[in-house]
């Protein structure tokens, strides 16, 4: 069994699709990053499902947790090998170069879909605006596999929002799919 974070959604059905990744997926809420508690609830909630049918958990899930992997190693899980979802797609030493080119703010697909839904939880959660977070950026890039649809308009909202440009960035998934193996192999 695998346990997701709701980001990978489209890049996971499409990888189920058309490559015939075999494996049943339960995909968390992406929200659940701004909020420790509920991530590690939920976290834990859906690993002592998958442990209670006897199955061995898969996650496929960067740290985004302070005690993700002490966590996966309560449930002997295996998470796969990439610190975030962005390193995931396009490895630690992509992020490296091109925030090297410019002071950058990384994003996904699944980012820029759901960026009002995750800033609205940290406002209501904990009064946290995110505006700030964004000074000392000089863009956003977002990873673009194709796979996901970008939503335009919230693309716009976004660079309103943070008075940064937002680049879109092609990549494969290539990366993704060989962390997927080698997490199935392990």
Known sequence: MV????????????LIAEKKVDF????LD????VNFD????????????????GEKPLLIYGKCHPDMDKIAAGYGAR?????????ALAGRDEIRRLDGEAKT????????NNWEKMFNVGFEDFGYDFRAMFSTYKRIVVFDSGVSPINEEK?????????????????SLARFMKLIEDLQKA
């Open 155 to 171: 693309v716009l909202r976004l660079s309103d929002y943070t008075s940064l440009p937002v680049e879109k960035l092609p990549l």
């Open 38 to 53: 509920r991530l590690r609830s939920r976290l834990v909630e859906a690993l002592d499902n998958c442990t209670k049918r």
């Open 24 to 27: 049943n997926v339960v995909f």
């Open 3 to 14: 346990i997701s974070c709701g980001i990978f959604r489209e890049e996971l059905e499409y």
């Open 79 to 87: 998470r796969i090998d990439a610190g975030n979802c962005l390193e």
């Open 30 to 33: 992406p929200t659940l990053h």
């Open 105 to 112: 703010f990384f994003l996904t697909a699944g980012w820029i």
